[in-house]
């Protein structure tokens, strides 16, 4: 029971740091009608600047940092490349942000190298005891803050100018245009918090028990991806289940995987797509998504 408990709450920290990249990938969605698959590279690309400079400057300051050029990395993309290709096919802008993924990942890979850069978070490796069960400080951290987060960002959403106008664009941009709705500046701003979103997220993906940072937490975060689409790519709620959702199935997959060796070595890594392959299969909007209905 320990040990289920342990993963359980490890899964839901985990989950939590996936449901954060997956919000920002439903924010270009619903913006944009993008999907964007540079979100692990513009994740890995703030938290290095955070690991490069946080002995110089201290880590909150370069938390500030990272989160500054992963946001400002995030207009830059949307404002040369996005936007010129605003009226080109959804396919087309994803396998724009493919490219944008491997150009910013190739370069990241050759400034690290083989080394595993330490972020140098203030609480390093120490875990907290919630009775018998012991989890990473680092993960118990990302799970508050995730969840504070998250909560800000859904209430701002629903209460402010912005989630207005990215609700009414989301819902028929045309008409929302009509109305007055900048829809250049809803896009820019859901880039901005897509790109902070992320670093955040990657900070806390570097620390405990990940023994620091290195290319392969880029690959790590796309795990949001399989979150974002069977919560549904057009709901902020289907993120926030969807992260927990895969977090929660990935560690009890790699905690029980003696008892799922019939399965394969390594199946958590995998069980992600296992998990939105299975929800698919019987929502294929996903769980919160938004239904299709064509008339006949």
Known sequence: MITFLSLLLTGLSTGAIYALVALGIVLLFKAAEVVNFAHGSLLLLGAYVTARTWEAVGFPTAVALGVLVGALAAVIVERLLANPMRDAAPVALAIMTIGVDIVIATELNRRMGPDIV?????????????????????????????????????????????????????????????????????????????????????????????????????????????????????????????????????????????????????????VPYVVMIAVLLVRPAGLFGTREVGRV
């Open 118 to 270: 330490v972020v140098g978070h203030p609480w390093g490796g120490t875990a907290a005891r919630l009775g018998d069960v012991a989890v990473p400080a680092n993960r118990l951290i990302a799970l508050l803050v995730a969840g504070a987060l998250i909560v800000a960002f859904l209430v701002a959403f629903k209460l402010t100018d912005w989630g207005v106008a990215m609700r009414a664009a989301a819902e028929d941009r045309e008409t929302a245009a009509l109305l007055g709705v900048r829809l250049s500046r809803v896009t820019t701003l859901s880039w901005i918090l897509a790109g902070a979103l992320a670093v955040v997220a990657g900070i806390f993906l570097a620390g405990s028990p990940t023994p620091g940072l290195s290319p392969a937490v880029g690959v790590i975060a796309l795990r949001a991806l399989p979150a974002a689409i069977l919560g549904g790519l057009d709901s902020t709620t289907g993120a926030l289940v969807g992260g927990l959702v895969v977090g929660v199935a990935e560690s009890l997959a790699a905690g029980y995987q003696d008892q799922l060796s019939f399965l394969g070595r390594g199946f958590g890594d995998v």
